[in-house]
């Protein structure tokens, strides 16, 4: 009897150590996506990896945003009549990774694109150049303190 029990327990130590090796390859196999705001999992883009390794710092990023982005988005980043968009709200800004809005920001986004619906142009970096990426990585973990 005491043969049985230990023949168990090494047999379920192995179907331990044999499931803890396959669920830590299926994971690192599955790895590669970046948690979003929103909870979902997406892959960066290519031009976003290079902002993946930033970490935001949203008292730095407060000033900062104050500073350039409330001119369109208010102070409260609830958005201004004719300008820019509530950032509280928005699904498009809590959809997007960080790094992914880093690049948005980055880039803007001109009037006439279609995707563009105030249809003002939202100028690179908030128009104001002198913005590091650093600058950037603390005004999305600002924003992201205001969702």
């Not at 990023?61 to 968009?85: I, N, Q, R």
């Not at 992914?100 to 128009?127: C, H, Q, S, W, Y």
Request: aromatic fraction near 4%; charged fraction near 20%; hydrophobic fraction near 35%.
């Amino acid at each position: 009897m005491t043969e049985f029990k230990e023949d168990s327990m090494r047999n379920q130590s192995i179907t331990l150590v044999a499931l803890l090796v396959l669920g830590t390859w299926l994971l690192a196999a599955c790895g590669g996506g970046v948690q979003t705001n929103s909870g979902t999992t997406s892959s960066l883009s290519s031009e976003a990896q290079k902002y993946a390794n930033l970490k935001g710092d949203a008292a730095k990023g407060k000033d900062k945003f104050l500073g350039t982005c409330s001119a369109c988005h208010g102070p409260d980043a609830k958005g201004l009549p004719g300008l820019g968009k509530d950032l509280t709200t928005s699904p498009f800004a809590k959809g997007l990774a960080d790094p992914e809005l880093i690049l948005f920001i980055t880039k803007g986004r001109p009037a006439d694109d279609p995707a563009n619906t105030t249809k003002v142009a939202m100028p690179p970096r908030g128009n104001n150049p002198a913005l590091s990426d650093q600058d950037l990585a603390d005004i999305v973990a600002y924003i992201r303190t205001l969702q």
